[in-house]
């Protein structure tokens, strides 16, 4: 049991100091609401749910990383920088992947629903 303490306390910590784990864990819930409305298949709900996931661990391994650095320089340092700007850019990459992985699933339904 004492092994789950620590991510439950890397979880709470993320929902009071990480507001875009919070944005990302609100969309996250609404396309789980579309996808549920629409019906996903199997297949769709797979490539949905790697989509999810791979941005939620994309700004948890984020946060770690701005976290680490602050901790080793609180001083402007480029290579600080670079790191904490590949990580953020690590997001971005998910985030774009999630999108188009939403598009490529949710366009189909949603043009459906005007074709009526």
């Known amino acids: 049991m004492k092994r789950f303490i620590y991510p439950l306390h890397g979880f ?15 969309a996250a ?3 789980v ?3 549920m409305y629409f019906g996903l298949t199997t297949l769709e709900w797979l490539f949905i749910i790697i989509a999810i996931f791979t941005v ?6 984020n946060t770690a990383i701005e976290y680490v650095v602050d901790l080793v320089t609180e001083d402007y340092h480029e ?3 670079y790191a904490k700007d590949a990580a953020a ?3 971005v990459l998910a985030s774009l992947m999630s999108a ?11 043009m459906m629903l005007f074709d009526h």
């Open 89 to 91: 850019f690590a997001v």
């Open 79 to 81: 290579l600080a920088k």
């Open 33 to 35: 609401l579309a996808g």
């Open 29 to 31: 819930f609404l396309v």
């Open 56 to 61: 939620l661990v994309a700004e948890v391994l």
């Open 100 to 110: 188009l992985i939403g598009l490529i699933v949710f366009l189909p339904y949603v």
């Open 12 to 26: 709470l910590n993320l929902l009071k100091k990480d507001y875009n784990f919070i944005a990302h864990l609100a």
